[in-house]
């Protein structure tokens, strides 16, 4: 039997929006909204807005710019409501700024182009890597080792990676701490004047077999799983450009 004396908030209503409520809870906001047909209405239109979404979300190819709207619009509205549960004496203009962290909430990301859409905490390392490998190129104090030795690196870390096309130049090789171990670390001249940077570490995350690339800031990066390794090339590039040489390595032998 529902329990008057616990009010229903805000909160309830969203998560019972979101399904995240245990039964109990849900029977408890059902005798409440059946008692309140305001609140009845407005959790009704979110439910429908969710609805809409997730068909949407079932057909491939872009999403309906009407459909954006009310995604943001569902969102903002949850997201908003999560935030004053959580700090019920913020300051308006510190809910302002925190405002902009709700578009990488669920559906959003859900809904965002690949171009938009997370990537996986391996393929954020590789970027960081990449940018940590233009710096120490630029630097004649930094000692560079242009020699690959997979025979090591497969002792020393389990990871074995594709071998690199012949013409491309190695500029340097070398091992980096992440977050999920020891990480390899390669920079490479292709010949296009562009370095690129390859990434490959034991990892969790989960990755497309084939890569993927994406486009993040002035870089982009593909990246893709084989085994427990994920792996990922980055480069100032456009995605489509990376992402082929990202297909053409991932085939390549491994030493």
Request: with cysteine; hydrophobic share 45%; proline share 7%.
């Amino acid at each position: 039997m529902a329990d008057p004396d616990r009010a229903i908030t805000e909160v309830d209503l969203c998560a019972f929006v979101d399904g995240q409520l245990d039964a109990a809870r849900c029977i408890e906001v059902e005798d409440y909204l059946s008692r309140n047909p305001e609140a009845a209405a407005a959790v009704m239109a979110d439910m429908r807005s969710r609805d809409a979404i997730r068909l949407a979300l079932r057909d491939a190819g872009q999403p309906r710019a009407d459909l954006l709207d009310l995604a943001r619009q569902l969102d903002r509205r949850l997201g908003i409501t999560r935030l004053r549960a959580l700090m019920p004496r913020v300051s308006f203009a510190a809910l302002a700024l925190i405002c902009a962290w709700l578009a990488s909430d669920e559906i959003l990301e859900a809904i965002a182009p690949p171009s938009q859409a997370a990537v996986p905490t391996f393929a954020d390392e590789a970027l960081e890597a990449h940018d940590t490998a233009r710096l120490r190129q630029s630097m004649e104090s930094e000692a560079k080792n242009p020699l690959i030795d997979s025979v090591g690196i497969r002792n020393a870390t389990s990871i074995t990676f594709p071998r690199a096309s012949p013409d491309w130049r190695v500029l340097d090789a070398r091992l980096v701490p992440s977050d999920h171990g020891t990480g390899v670390e390669i920079s490479f001249d292709p010949g296009s004047g562009s370095p690129l940077t390859f990434f490959a570490v034991h990892t969790p995350d989960k990755a497309p077999f084939n890569p993927e690339a994406v486009s993040v800031g002035t870089d982009a990066v593909a990246y893709w799983r084989r085994g427990s390794v994920g792996y990922a090339l980055t480069g100032s590039l456009p995605p489509a450009e990376l992402d082929r040489l990202a297909e053409d390595l991932a085939d390549n032998p491994t030493d």
